[in-house]
Protein backbone atom coordinates (compact mmCIF):
# COMPACT_ATOMS: atom_id res chain seq x y z
CA UNK A 1 0.00 0.00 0.00
CA UNK A 2 1.36 3.35 -0.69
CA UNK A 3 -2.03 5.38 0.50
CA UNK A 4 -4.20 4.16 3.71
CA UNK A 5 -6.50 6.56 5.07
CA UNK A 6 -8.90 5.57 7.92
CA UNK A 7 -11.76 6.77 10.38
CA UNK A 8 -10.99 4.27 13.72
CA UNK A 9 -13.75 4.45 16.52
CA UNK A 10 -15.37 7.73 15.49
CA UNK A 11 -18.46 6.63 13.71
CA UNK A 12 -21.39 5.87 15.85
CA UNK A 13 -22.35 2.52 13.52
CA UNK A 14 -18.88 1.89 12.36
CA UNK A 15 -15.49 0.73 14.16
CA UNK A 16 -13.83 1.26 11.32
CA UNK A 17 -13.94 3.15 7.93
CA UNK A 18 -10.97 2.25 5.93
CA UNK A 19 -9.85 3.11 2.06
CA UNK A 20 -6.18 2.06 0.41
CA UNK A 21 -5.00 2.22 -2.87
CA UNK A 22 -2.04 0.19 -3.30
CA UNK A 23 0.51 1.42 -5.69
CA UNK A 24 3.28 -1.09 -7.53
CA UNK A 25 4.71 -1.81 -10.62
CA UNK A 26 2.78 -3.00 -13.26
CA UNK A 27 4.82 -6.04 -14.11
CA UNK A 28 4.77 -7.34 -10.62
CA UNK A 29 2.63 -10.41 -10.23
CA UNK A 30 -0.26 -10.29 -8.21
CA UNK A 31 -3.70 -12.10 -7.40
CA UNK A 32 -6.77 -10.23 -6.53
CA UNK A 33 -8.05 -10.87 -3.35
CA UNK A 34 -10.03 -13.73 -2.07
CA UNK A 35 -10.02 -16.01 0.58
CA UNK A 36 -7.18 -18.07 0.83
CA UNK A 37 -7.50 -22.03 0.24
CA UNK A 38 -4.45 -22.57 2.66
CA UNK A 39 -6.15 -20.27 5.81
CA UNK A 40 -9.96 -19.97 4.60
CA UNK A 41 -10.59 -17.22 7.34
CA UNK A 42 -8.22 -15.13 5.54
CA UNK A 43 -9.68 -12.53 2.95
CA UNK A 44 -6.46 -10.91 0.61
CA UNK A 45 -5.06 -10.38 -2.43
CA UNK A 46 -1.68 -12.17 -2.70
CA UNK A 47 1.76 -10.65 -4.39
CA UNK A 48 2.77 -13.86 -6.36
CA UNK A 49 6.59 -12.68 -6.47
CA UNK A 50 7.15 -12.84 -2.47
CA UNK A 51 4.35 -14.37 -1.48
CA UNK A 52 2.82 -11.79 1.15
CA UNK A 53 0.06 -9.24 0.68
CA UNK A 54 -0.58 -5.43 1.20
CA UNK A 55 -3.80 -5.53 2.91
CA UNK A 56 -6.27 -7.74 4.17
CA UNK A 57 -9.38 -9.03 6.55
CA UNK A 58 -10.17 -12.69 8.52
CA UNK A 59 -13.77 -13.71 8.84
CA UNK A 60 -12.66 -13.14 12.72
CA UNK A 61 -12.43 -9.04 12.27
CA UNK A 62 -9.17 -8.75 12.08
CA UNK A 63 -7.41 -6.71 9.85
CA UNK A 64 -3.73 -5.51 8.79
CA UNK A 65 -2.20 -3.53 6.12
CA UNK A 66 1.30 -1.85 5.32
CA UNK A 67 3.22 0.72 3.35
CA UNK A 68 6.29 1.08 2.21
CA UNK A 69 8.68 3.78 3.73
CA UNK A 70 10.33 5.81 0.97
CA UNK A 71 14.03 5.71 1.41
CA UNK A 72 16.12 5.33 -1.79
CA UNK A 73 19.50 5.41 -0.46
CA UNK A 74 19.01 2.79 2.08
CA UNK A 75 17.49 0.15 0.13
CA UNK A 76 18.66 -3.30 0.88
CA UNK A 77 17.55 -5.74 -2.20
CA UNK A 78 18.00 -8.89 0.60
CA UNK A 79 15.76 -7.91 3.05
CA UNK A 80 12.89 -9.62 3.85
CA UNK A 81 9.21 -9.13 2.01
CA UNK A 82 7.15 -6.54 3.93
CA UNK A 83 4.27 -8.72 3.24
CA UNK A 84 5.05 -11.22 5.47
CA UNK A 85 4.25 -8.75 7.86
CA UNK A 86 0.61 -8.82 7.21
CA UNK A 87 0.20 -12.17 6.16
CA UNK A 88 1.67 -13.54 9.37
CA UNK A 89 -0.61 -11.55 11.34
CA UNK A 90 -3.76 -12.91 8.85
CA UNK A 91 -2.43 -16.13 9.08
CA UNK A 92 -2.31 -16.52 12.69
CA UNK A 93 -4.74 -14.21 14.07
CA UNK A 94 -2.54 -13.02 17.21
CA UNK A 95 -2.94 -10.48 19.84
CA UNK A 96 -2.36 -7.43 18.07
CA UNK A 97 -0.25 -5.72 20.35
CA UNK A 98 1.82 -9.09 21.38
CA UNK A 99 1.99 -9.30 17.45
CA UNK A 100 3.71 -6.14 17.36
CA UNK A 101 5.66 -6.46 20.13
CA UNK A 102 7.34 -9.65 18.51
CA UNK A 103 8.01 -7.50 15.27
CA UNK A 104 9.63 -4.81 16.60
CA UNK A 105 12.33 -7.01 17.86
CA UNK A 106 13.02 -7.30 14.17
CA UNK A 107 11.64 -4.53 12.15
CA UNK A 108 15.37 -3.40 11.35
CA UNK A 109 15.89 -6.75 8.90
CA UNK A 110 12.89 -4.91 6.64
CA UNK A 111 13.47 -2.05 4.45
CA UNK A 112 11.19 1.16 5.77
CA UNK A 113 7.72 0.30 6.22
CA UNK A 114 5.11 1.24 8.81
CA UNK A 115 2.77 -1.74 9.43
CA UNK A 116 -0.86 -1.37 10.57
CA UNK A 117 -2.76 -4.71 12.82
CA UNK A 118 -6.30 -4.19 14.27
CA UNK A 119 -8.93 -6.12 15.54
CA UNK A 120 -12.73 -3.97 16.12
CA UNK A 121 -12.04 -1.10 18.58
CA UNK A 122 -8.24 -1.48 18.26
CA UNK A 123 -5.78 -0.21 15.99
CA UNK A 124 -1.37 -0.31 16.37
CA UNK A 125 0.88 1.07 14.43
CA UNK A 126 4.46 0.01 14.39
CA UNK A 127 7.22 1.88 12.01
CA UNK A 128 10.90 0.95 12.01
CA UNK A 129 11.19 4.59 10.67
CA UNK A 130 9.05 5.86 13.63
CA UNK A 131 10.06 4.78 16.98
CA UNK A 132 8.37 1.51 18.72
CA UNK A 133 4.54 0.17 18.61
CA UNK A 134 1.63 2.14 20.05
CA UNK A 135 -2.02 1.80 20.46
CA UNK A 136 -3.61 4.70 18.00
CA UNK A 137 -6.29 6.84 19.58
CA UNK A 138 -9.75 7.05 17.88
CA UNK A 139 -9.79 9.42 14.84
CA UNK A 140 -8.84 10.35 11.60
CA UNK A 141 -5.51 8.74 10.62
CA UNK A 142 -3.45 8.40 7.30
CA UNK A 143 -0.42 7.04 5.87
CA UNK A 144 1.78 7.16 2.94
CA UNK A 145 5.46 6.75 2.19
CA UNK A 146 6.64 8.28 5.39
CA UNK A 147 5.16 7.78 9.17
CA UNK A 148 1.99 7.82 10.68
CA UNK A 149 -0.04 11.56 9.91
CA UNK A 150 3.09 13.08 7.76
CA UNK A 151 1.55 16.18 6.78
CA UNK A 152 2.13 15.26 2.76
CA UNK A 153 -0.90 16.86 0.53
CA UNK A 154 -1.93 13.40 -0.29
CA UNK A 155 -2.38 12.16 3.15
CA UNK A 156 -4.02 15.56 4.40
CA UNK A 157 -6.42 15.45 1.61
CA UNK A 158 -7.60 11.79 1.97
CA UNK A 159 -8.13 12.67 5.52
CA UNK A 160 -9.90 15.71 5.30
CA UNK A 161 -11.90 13.93 2.29
CA UNK A 162 -12.92 10.86 4.65
CA UNK A 163 -14.51 13.22 7.06
CA UNK A 164 -17.05 14.08 5.15
CA UNK A 165 -18.27 10.66 4.43
CA UNK A 166 -21.04 9.80 7.14
CA UNK A 167 -22.44 6.37 5.65
CA UNK A 168 -25.26 5.22 6.81
CA UNK A 169 -25.73 2.33 9.36
CA UNK A 170 -24.96 -1.44 7.91
CA UNK A 171 -28.27 -3.09 6.48
CA UNK A 172 -28.57 -6.76 7.57
CA UNK A 173 -27.14 -8.90 4.25
CA UNK A 174 -27.50 -12.82 4.26
CA UNK A 175 -23.62 -13.31 3.25
CA UNK A 176 -23.60 -15.64 0.33
CA UNK A 177 -22.40 -19.16 1.13
CA UNK A 178 -21.47 -17.79 4.72
CA UNK A 179 -21.72 -21.28 5.87
CA UNK A 180 -19.59 -23.47 3.52
CA UNK A 181 -16.22 -23.41 2.70
CA UNK A 182 -15.16 -20.06 0.83
CA UNK A 183 -14.80 -19.99 -2.94
CA UNK A 184 -13.58 -18.29 -5.55
CA UNK A 185 -16.71 -16.52 -6.76
CA UNK A 186 -16.89 -12.88 -5.85
CA UNK A 187 -19.94 -10.68 -5.28
CA UNK A 188 -19.63 -7.54 -7.81
CA UNK A 189 -21.92 -4.80 -7.62
CA UNK A 190 -21.55 -1.29 -9.34
CA UNK A 191 -19.41 1.58 -8.32
CA UNK A 192 -22.49 3.88 -8.59
CA UNK A 193 -21.44 6.31 -5.31
CA UNK A 194 -25.05 5.04 -3.75
CA UNK A 195 -22.78 3.51 -0.50
CA UNK A 196 -19.99 4.01 1.29
CA UNK A 197 -18.31 2.02 -0.54
CA UNK A 198 -18.64 4.01 -4.16
CA UNK A 199 -17.91 7.53 -2.03
CA UNK A 200 -14.71 5.99 -0.37
CA UNK A 201 -13.29 4.29 -4.32
CA UNK A 202 -13.91 7.81 -5.29
CA UNK A 203 -11.82 9.62 -3.03
CA UNK A 204 -9.51 7.22 -3.89
CA UNK A 205 -9.37 7.44 -7.76
CA UNK A 206 -8.42 11.27 -7.64
CA UNK A 207 -5.52 11.52 -9.70
CA UNK A 208 -4.66 15.28 -9.66
CA UNK A 209 -0.69 16.51 -8.60
CA UNK A 210 -0.43 18.30 -6.46
CA UNK A 211 1.76 22.22 -6.47
CA UNK A 212 5.31 21.29 -6.72
CA UNK A 213 5.95 23.85 -3.99
CA UNK A 214 3.71 21.13 -1.62
CA UNK A 215 5.45 18.53 -2.87
CA UNK A 216 8.02 16.41 0.06
CA UNK A 217 11.81 16.03 -1.20
CA UNK A 218 12.06 12.15 -0.43
CA UNK A 219 15.46 11.90 -2.78
CA UNK A 220 13.69 11.03 -5.78
CA UNK A 221 13.85 14.11 -8.15
CA UNK A 222 10.98 16.34 -8.84
CA UNK A 223 9.65 14.70 -11.79
CA UNK A 224 9.15 11.70 -9.54
CA UNK A 225 8.02 13.46 -6.76
CA UNK A 226 5.18 15.01 -8.67
CA UNK A 227 4.48 11.95 -10.43
CA UNK A 228 3.79 10.36 -6.99
CA UNK A 229 1.80 13.11 -5.69
CA UNK A 230 -1.71 12.23 -6.21
CA UNK A 231 -3.67 9.67 -4.64
CA UNK A 232 -4.36 7.90 -7.29
CA UNK A 233 -0.76 7.33 -9.38
CA UNK A 234 -1.12 6.81 -12.92
CA UNK A 235 2.42 6.44 -14.97
CA UNK A 236 3.80 4.64 -17.84
CA UNK A 237 5.19 1.39 -15.45
CA UNK A 238 4.07 2.48 -11.69
CA UNK A 239 1.28 3.09 -10.70
CA UNK A 240 -2.59 2.63 -8.38
CA UNK A 241 -2.69 -1.33 -8.83
CA UNK A 242 -5.95 -1.86 -6.48
CA UNK A 243 -7.88 0.70 -4.43
CA UNK A 244 -9.62 -1.22 -0.91
CA UNK A 245 -12.61 -0.21 1.13
CA UNK A 246 -12.97 -1.75 4.62
CA UNK A 247 -15.82 -1.24 6.50
CA UNK A 248 -16.23 -3.07 10.14
CA UNK A 249 -19.78 -2.32 11.56
CA UNK A 250 -20.20 -2.00 15.21
CA UNK A 251 -22.78 -4.72 14.55
CA UNK A 252 -20.14 -6.77 13.47
CA UNK A 253 -20.63 -7.23 9.34
CA UNK A 254 -17.49 -6.48 7.49
CA UNK A 255 -17.41 -5.48 4.26
CA UNK A 256 -14.47 -5.97 2.16
CA UNK A 257 -14.61 -4.15 -1.54
CA UNK A 258 -11.19 -3.93 -3.76
CA UNK A 259 -11.18 -2.72 -7.55
CA UNK A 260 -8.49 -3.52 -9.57
CA UNK A 261 -6.45 -1.38 -12.31
CA UNK A 262 -4.19 -2.29 -15.09
CA UNK A 263 -2.73 0.23 -16.19
CA UNK A 264 -4.71 3.00 -14.90
CA UNK A 265 -8.01 1.77 -16.79
CA UNK A 266 -10.44 -0.35 -14.38
CA UNK A 267 -10.94 -3.42 -14.00
CA UNK A 268 -13.16 -5.79 -11.90
CA UNK A 269 -14.97 -4.93 -8.50
CA UNK A 270 -15.19 -7.36 -5.72
CA UNK A 271 -17.00 -7.06 -2.83
CA UNK A 272 -17.36 -9.47 0.23
CA UNK A 273 -19.75 -9.00 3.24
CA UNK A 274 -20.03 -11.21 6.39
CA UNK A 275 -20.76 -11.49 10.15
CA UNK A 276 -17.68 -11.55 12.57
CA UNK A 277 -17.10 -14.75 14.11
CA UNK A 278 -15.18 -16.01 16.97
CA UNK A 279 -10.97 -17.30 15.60
CA UNK A 280 -11.97 -20.55 16.48
CA UNK A 281 -15.37 -21.02 14.79
CA UNK A 282 -13.43 -19.33 11.59
CA UNK A 283 -11.26 -21.79 11.57
CA UNK A 284 -13.50 -24.35 11.28
Known amino acids: MCLI ?12 ILGANRDEFYERPTTPARFWREHPHVLAGR ?9 GVTRSGRWAAITN ?12 SRGR ?17 AREREADRYNGFNLLVGRPGEVWYLSNADGGRRRLPSGVHGLSNRVLNAPWPKVEAARERIRQIDPP ?19 RRPDDGSDPVGALL ?29 LFIDSDTYGTRSSTVLLIGRDG ?14 GATRRFTFQIRSPESAAA
Not at 69 to 80: C, E, F, I, K, L
Not at 219 to 226: I, Q
Open 169 to 187: APEPVVPEDDEKPPQPGDQ
Open 253 to 266: QVTFAEKTFRDGAP
Open 5 to 16: VFRHDDHPDYSL
Open 69 to 80: VRNPGSHDPTAP
Open 85 to 101: LVADFLEDEPDPQAYLE
Open 47 to 55: DERAGGTWM
Open 202 to 230: DLLDDRTPFPDEALPDTGVGLDTERMLSP
